[in-house]
Nanobody
Framework: QLQASGGGLVQAGGSLRLSCVAS????????LGWFRQAPGKEREFVSA????????YYADSVKGRFTISKDNAKNTMYLQMNSLRPEDTAVYYC?????????????????WGQGTLVTVSS
């Protein structure tokens, strides 16, 4: 129900855009977002976007470099990642929850995509 794509290998300072296609039912569930998990680390919140409130939220580590957005007509959410750093290397997961409010907690999200790998070389 969530299909993420767009990961790949990029040099530090480069850019990538991740996409997440959602089924119509999930896309109407309001809060959508991205988490990531680096090797040997806990899965962490990256960004979220809410439909009804039209708000966007970012982890401090990506604020000013990443931009989350969505295209309602295409049922697709995006994560534009600029000025990438080696520490951004991780598997990125798109998520959704049946709530109008975003959350930074993994357990609050009801739907998870399969993940897409982003590797940033130094």
């Amino acid at each position: 129900q969530l299909q993420a794509s767009g990961g790949g290998l990029v040099q530090a300072g480069g850019s990538l855009r991740l996409s997440c296609v959602a089924s119509g039912r999930i896309f109407s569930s309001d809060a959508l977002g991205w988490f990531r998990q680096a090797p040997g680390k806990e899965r962490e919140f990256v960004s979220a976007i809410t439909w009804s409130v039209a708000g966007t939220y970012y982890a401090d580590s990506v604020k000013g470099r990443f931009t989350i957005s969505k295209d309602n007509a295409k049922n697709t959410m995006y994560l534009q990642m600029n000025s990438l750093r080696p520490e951004d290397t991780a598997v990125y997961y798109c998520v959704a929850r049946d709530s109008p409010y975003y959350s930074t907690r993994r357990s609050d999200y009801d739907y998870w995509g399969q993940g897409t790998l982003v590797t940033v070389s130094s």
